[in-house]
């Protein structure tokens, strides 16, 4: 058996919010465990000015306390998880100064995170997967180049896609939505192996990821089945041509989205997941059908409406589309409605999911939503960067366990 990944647990409240359970189950299912790192109690004296922040609570003092012994290297651990509870405004600014210390100068993959009384092992499952897998394959992850012939599947949440890929190149392609998640992945592939001319027989490795990840690589008996934070960053730097030096990437999904800060091809820092739907490419949906347009028509549309001509709030998906109905009902221009719908989007992803991590440019953005002219428009408008969404940026996880699985091949 591997060598158990050692997750070092900086947080403020989880052993009374019920989420500590629901944590150390989820990394014993990884084959992980936490750790909780000790530190001199006569740190805490001056922990909150060294860090120049003065705070009431002492669980947020040993928070920060914790912190600092990771990154003395008093405790020995591959990654680190930071948590607080999600209804506290002090310990949310704490945890974001925590994640930014600790990664800046222990060079340790960083993810944090604010639970609920109802945060489950499997919400958490992802993200503690990702740590535990930076941590076992930097070796993999490294990898700048796809050998062979190999099979890419990413089963998600609204849409299942499929990638051919050989000698380094795309030589087909499938994108169906998920209904059946097995037979959803199987007509994906079909129609890559159409596309590509060849047979599944011919397939030398398969890669799944996403939601449907463990289904179906059991179902096709794949070598690799692996969460989306790794192989969507690898993914999205590999077709933007970015895999050295730093760079941003957004990943704005149909049910939650992902920010993860990459360096040379492997996730750092990275957060997954809005409060609600409605910072999710689900919104973009909703928008364009009560708009009356085929979801890739609403970009368009977007490009040529004015976002502040409409008040929209998408902050909850209920409450996004009551914006929407109430603006048009008021008159408002279908194409003001679409640029509202994008900006929204935009925007909670930004005061949500970026202010978790370091963004670097270049800023590279992937997933279906990319697609949506307005979306990339509304990103560049507010964060006043280059968006650079590669070619087949829908098709990133797909094409990241493709070329992730190559490297099963190189071992044979």
Not at 38 to 47: K, T
Not at 109 to 115: D, L, M, R, T
Not at 144 to 161: H, M, P, R, W, Y
Request: net charge negative.
């Amino acid at each position: 058996m591997k060598d158990k990944v050692k997750i070092a647990l900086v947080s403020c409240g989880s052993e009374f919010a019920g989420v500590q359970k629901e944590l150390e189950s989820a990394a014993e299912s990884l084959n992980a465990k936490l750790v909780y790192p000790e530190m001199d109690i006569s740190a805490l004296d001056n922990i909150d000015k060294e860090f120049g922040l003065e705070v009431a609570s002492p669980d947020l003092k040993l928070m920060m306390a914790r912190a600092k012994a990771v990154v003395e290297g008093i405790a020995n651990v591959d990654g680190v998880f930071v948590a607080t509870c999600f209804r506290c405004a002090e310990a949310a600014i704490v945890r974001n100064e925590v994640r930014r210390y600790i990664f800046e100068n222990s060079g340790l993959p960083v993810i944090s995170y604010s639970f609920t009384e109802r945060t489950a092992a499997a919400t958490l499952l992802t993200r503690m997967e990702a740590l535990t897998t930076i941590a076992r394959r930097k070796h993999l992850l490294a990898r700048e180049k796809q050998t062979g012939l190999t099979a890419g599947l990413d089963s998600g949440s609204t849409t299942t896609k499929a990638v051919i890929m050989r000698d380094n190149e795309i030589i087909g392609e499938g994108w169906v939505p998920t209904i059946k998640v097995i037979e959803s992945a199987e007509k994906a592939l079909q129609q890559a192996l159409d596309q590509a001319g060849l047979k599944r027989e011919d397939i030398q490795a398969i890669g799944t990821t996403g939601y449907g990840r463990f289904l179906i690589g059991d179902h096709f008996n794949a070598q690799l089945a692996q969460e989306e934070i790794t192989v969507n960053s690898k993914g999205a730097v590999y077709l933007a041509g970015k895999q050295k030096g730093s760079a941003t990437v957004i990943d704005i999904g149909g049910m939650d989205n992902k920010a993860i800060s990459v360096q040379d091809g492997i996730p750092g820092m990275f957060t997954m997941g809005g409060i609600c739907a409605g910072a999710s490419g689900r919104f973009l949906e909703m928008t364009a059908k009560r708009l009356g347009v085929d979801i890739t028509e609403l970009g368009d549309l977007a490009v040529k409406g004015i976002d502040k001509n409409v008040e929209m709030n998408s902050y909850c998906i209920v409450f996004g589309i009551q914006s929407l109905v109430n603006s048009l009902a008021k008159g408002a221009a279908p194409e003001d409605v679409a640029a509202a719908a994008c900006h929204s989007v935009v925007e909670q992803i930004f005061e949500q999911q970026l202010q978790e991590i370091e963004v670097k440019e270049p800023l590279i953005l992937v997933g279906g939503s990319s697609l949506i002219a307005g979306v990339p428009k509304a990103l560049e408008s507010l964060l006043k960067v280059k968006v650079l969404v590669p070619p087949h940026s829908q098709l990133i996880g797909a094409v990241g366990a493709a070329l992730l699985v190559s490297g099963y091949i190189d071992q044979e």
